[in-house]
C-alpha cells in the first residue's frame, strides 16, 4: 500500500530563513505528487504538483519542490519565509491510476516569528 | 464561484444520532472524495467515488456510508456517531481526464460528537 511520510511535524523559523520539508513516499510505480497547504481554519490549497518532466516544480508563493526518484523523496522548499507562510502544509501522493485517490502525508505545522 | 460546497460547516451530535454531511460540486467532476483530517494523522481517505452511482472505501471507512445519486453531490452519512468520529471532514473532487490535476477542496464540516 502506498505511504507518505512527512520528516517533521513542528518547524519553528524566523521571517527570512530558509525552509526545507522533507516528504518520502513509498509505491514502486508512477506516482503524481503534491504539496498543499492549510492556512489556520482553511481549507487545503495546492501549492506545487509533479506529473512528468523537469522534477524541479515551482508553485506559487514562491515555493519549490524537487522530485527525487531514486531517493522516493519531493521535499519542498523555500528560500526566504514570511510571517504569512505560518500554516499547515501536507504532502500528498496518488498513483498514476484512474481513480486518483490521494494519499497523504501527517503534515507539518510551520511556525514563522516575525 | 464554482467550486466545492460543503454543508453544515459545524455540528455538534449527541453519541448514537445519526447526520448526513452533504458535499456538492459545481465543475463536472467525475470523481469526489470524503476525507477526515486528525491532529497528527494528516487527511485520511473515508469513501470516494469515480462516477455516479459508483462508490467505494478508503482507508477508515468504518462507521461511515455515502452514497452518488446525482453527479454533482456525495454524500456522507453517520449512522450512529461515535466520539472518535469527532473530526473535519473535507470533501474533495477531480475531473477523469484530469486526476493528475489536483483535487478542489471544501471549506470542511467540523463535528463534534458528545
Known amino acids: 500500500a502506498q505511504s507518505v511520510s512527512q520528516h517533521n511535524h513542528h518547524v519553528i523559523l524566523s521571517e527570512a530563513a530558509s525552509l526545507e520539508l522533507g516528504c518520502n513516499y513509498s509505491?514502486?510505480?508512477?506516482?503524481?505528487l503534491f504539496w498543499y497547504v492549510q492556512y489556520p481554519g482553511q481549507h487545503l490549497q495546492l501549492l506545487l504538483k509533479y506529473f512528468s518532466g523537469d522534477p524541479l516544480v515551482k508553485g506559487i508563493k514562491g515555493f519549490e519542490a524537487e522530485f527525487i526518484k531514486s531517493k522516493f523523496s519531493f521535499n519542498l522548499r523555500k528560500p526566504s519565509v514570511q510571517w504569512s507562510d505560518t500554516a499547515e502544509y501536507f504532502c500528498?501522493?496518488?498513483?498514476?491510476?484512474?481513480?486518483?485517490?490521494?494519499?497523504f502525508g501527517q503534515g507539518t505545522t510551520l511556525q514563522v516569528k516575525p | 464561484n464554482a467550486g466545492v460546497t460543503q454543508t453544515p460547516k459545524f455540528r455538534v451530535l449527541k453519541t448514537g444520532q445519526s447526520m448526513t454531511l452533504l458535499c456538492a460540486q459545481d465543475m463536472n467532476h467525475e470523481y469526489m472524495y470524503w476525507y477526515r483530517q486528525d491532529p497528527g494523522m494528516g487527511l485520511r481517505l473515508i469513501h470516494y467515488s469515480v462516477g455516479e452511482g459508483t462508490t467505494a472505501k478508503g482507508e477508515v471507512p468504518d462507521g461511515y456510508n455515502v452514497s452518488r445519486l446525482k453527479k454533482q453531490n456525495f454524500l456522507l452519512g453517520l449512522e450512529s456517531a461515535a466520539p472518535s468520529q469527532t473530526s473535519v471532514y473535507f470533501c474533495?473532487?477531480?475531473?477523469?481526464?484530469?486526476?493528475?490535476?489536483?483535487?478542489?477542496f471544501g471549506s470542511g464540516t467540523r463535528l463534534t460528537v458528545v
Open positions: 500528498a501522493v496518488s498513483s498514476a491510476g484512474n481513480t486518483g485517490k490521494l494519499i
Open positions: 509505491y514502486g510505480g508512477t506516482v503524481n
Open positions: 474533495a473532487s477531480s475531473s477523469s481526464r484530469g486526476t493528475n490535476y489536483g483535487y478542489t
